[in-house]
């Protein structure tokens, strides 16, 4: 299996002219969970934004390059194309777009962009796929033909981006806070999909949470404690079970 790198340097990231992340730095490789967990406004979900290419944040200095390229100066479609996959804390609804039709488009534009011999799959073949996808995640296969969202609870929502994450393969995932708003059955289900994929396509994972919970099912390899834009520590899983037990007060005073 190839090894991916996402490689953070510096980073430097504002948003309507407020400098959120400060000299941010973080390597992400194949087959390792990353989880960065911090108080609200710490700037987490800044860093998922960032890193895919929202225009609304500014990247100021620094880089994040990966396997060796930087990503800065692409556009969010061209990001995807590299292997770099967000999962929406909110994912938005919309109207118009069947889900079915919007994972076969965007699976065969993505593999179209990395290899253009690529034959695209048509409607009836893709139900298959997208099928067995949404039957790892639980999902009952009358959504494919839904519009993507509309009338999705929660949990199907977070469920439907987790079959996105399954049907693009990535080579690097961006999960911000996937677990908010999930009730205990659905964050299992979720948890579980992001296992599975993380197993069968051995990419690695930056997942941003707030809390232990879904660290229940997804273990990690690395957590980081984020605190005003900086990574203030670093540890293994037991970090977690310290930061259950004590809250991030403690670190609130480390600039």
């Given at each position: 299996m190839v090894e991916n790198l996402l490689d953070i340097q510096n980073l430097q990231v504002e948003v309507e002219g407020k400098k959120i992340l400060q000299d941010l730095s973080l390597q992400i490789k194949s087959g390792e969970i990353h989880a960065v967990m911090g108080p609200n406004g710490s700037g987490k979900s800044t860093l998922c934004n960032a890193l895919m290419g929202h225009p609304k944040y500014a990247v100021v200095?620094?880089?994040?390059?990966?396997?060796?390229?930087?990503?800065?100066?692409?556009s969010p479609d061209k990001r995807a194309q590299k292997g770099l996959f967000l999962a929406f804390q909110y994912p938005k609804e919309v109207p118009g777009v069947t889900f079915g039709n919007f994972l076969r488009l965007a699976s065969n534009n993505l593999k179209r962009a990395n290899s253009p011999e690529f034959a695209a799959i048509g409607p009836a073949q893709y139900f298959k796929v997208a099928a067995e996808h949404m039957s790892e995640l639980q999902m009952d296969k009358k959504f494919v033909g839904r519009s993507l969202n509309m009338g999705f609870s929660g949990g199907e929502k977070k469920r439907a981006e987790?079959?996105?994450?399954?049907?693009?393969?990535?080579?690097i995932a961006l999960l911000d806070e996937i677990d908010s708003?999930?009730?205990v059955d659905a964050l299992k289900t979720v948890a579980e999909g992001?296992?599975?994929?993380?197993?069968?396509?051995?990419?690695?994972?930056l997942l941003i949470t707030h809390y232990q919970r879904i660290l229940n099912y997804i273990k990690p390899d690395f957590v980081h404690i984020m605190i005003d834009g900086r990574i203030v520590?670093?540890?293994?899983?037991?970090?977690?079970?310290?930061?259950?037990?004590?809250?991030?007060?403690?670190?609130?005073?480390?600039?």
């Open positions: 200095s620094g880089d994040a390059l990966l396997n060796g390229e930087s990503l800065i100066t692409l987790i079959v996105q994450m399954l049907a693009l393969e990535p080579k708003g999930l009730d992001i296992q599975k994929a993380y197993e069968k396509l051995g990419m690695g994972v520590k670093s540890g293994d899983a037991s970090l977690v079970l310290e930061i259950e037990k004590e809250g991030y007060a403690k670190y609130l005073t480390k600039k």
